[in-house]
């Protein structure tokens, strides 16, 4: 079993920055693949950011692409998410996600990820 507890969110204007973090505890972090996804209101639950267990492969949503950055901190049990130039667009309840892996992929699928935080709003005004 796999805690994760995102932190960071709130309300940033457009063209701002934020950084969401997630905390992970309760097994080895660096057994685990790790990803950011995002739902907005009405709107299907979609994949921002992935990073593989071992940092070595990231990959990143179409829509968040050169805006956002992913990375981890294995002492600190710790992924985080750094948002630059956020859009209204990007308002949406932010989820961090794990997944047990014993390989170093990314995966994008909601379906592929076993443990799941709580979530953090962002909010973006224009």
Do not use: H
């Not at 973090?21 to 639950?45: D, H, V």
């Not at 992935?50 to 600190?76: C, E, H, M, W």
């Amino acid at each position: 079993q796999v805690q994760l507890v995102e932190s960071g969110g709130g309300l940033v204007q457009a063209g701002g920055s934020l950084r969401l973090s997630c905390l992970a505890s309760g097994r080895t972090f660096s057994n685990y693949a790790m990803a950011w996804f995002r739902q907005a209101p009405g709107k299907e639950r979609e994949f921002g950011a992935g990073i593989s267990r071992n940092g070595g492969n990231i990959g990143y949503g179409d829509s968040v692409k050169g805006r956002f950055t992913t990375s981890r901190d294995y002492a600190k049990n710790t992924v985080y998410l750094q948002m630059n130039s956020v859009k209204p667009e990007d308002t949406a309840v932010y989820y961090c996600a794990a997944r047990p892996e014993i390989s170093f992929v990314v995966r994008t699928k909601r379906g592929d990820y076993t443990y799941w935080g709580q979530g953090t709003q962002v909010t973006v005004s224009s």
